[in-house]
């Protein structure tokens, strides 16, 4: 009797493993040809209206102050601008699929300062003279 116990206890406890082990294999999901086509968002360029005129308007100017851009700012964020805030950004080694950059931003001294920070306001290209 003691046996049939232990025999029926090892069946119990070695269905509990084996339904264990398969609960825990990594499901797939559907296999579809569409699904498999599809990849990952790929970052764009900033859409036009996407930067205000105003601060379109600062990064032109600086853009224009630095040999990057000519003629007159027109605080609209066109394809010369995006060209011209690439070629930036790709002069200093950095990323040319998203303008602007954070690290262009700053280099053309339009990113943010602290109020302790003199120097930044005084090197700034558009800083009052």
């Known amino acids: 009797m003691r046996l049939g116990r232990y025999v029926l ?4 406890v070695l269905g509990a493993a084996v339904t264990a082990a398969a609960s825990t294999h990594a499901r797939r999901g559907p296999t ?3 699904l498999l086509t599809k990849h ?9 209206h ?5 601060r379109a308007t600062q990064i032109q100017s600086a853009l224009i102050q630095s040999g990057y851009l000519s003629g007159q700012a027109t605080g609209h964020w066109d394809d010369a601008t995006a ?3 690439q070629r930036l950004q790709a002069d200093n080694g950095w990323q ?5 950059d954070s690290r262009a931003i700053i280099k053309l001294g ?6 302790g920070d003199s120097v930044a306001a005084e090197t700034s ?3 009052p003279q």
């Open 9 to 12: 206890f090892s069946a119990c």
């Open 32 to 34: 579809s040809s569409k």
């Open 40 to 48: 990952a968002a790929k970052p764009k360029a900033l859409a036009p």
């Open 50 to 54: 996407a930067i205000d005129d105003q």
């Open 83 to 85: 060209a011209a805030m």
């Open 96 to 100: 040319t699929k998203l303008v602007p």
């Open 110 to 115: 339009l990113g943010p300062s602290t109020a």
């Open 125 to 127: 290209p558009l800083a």
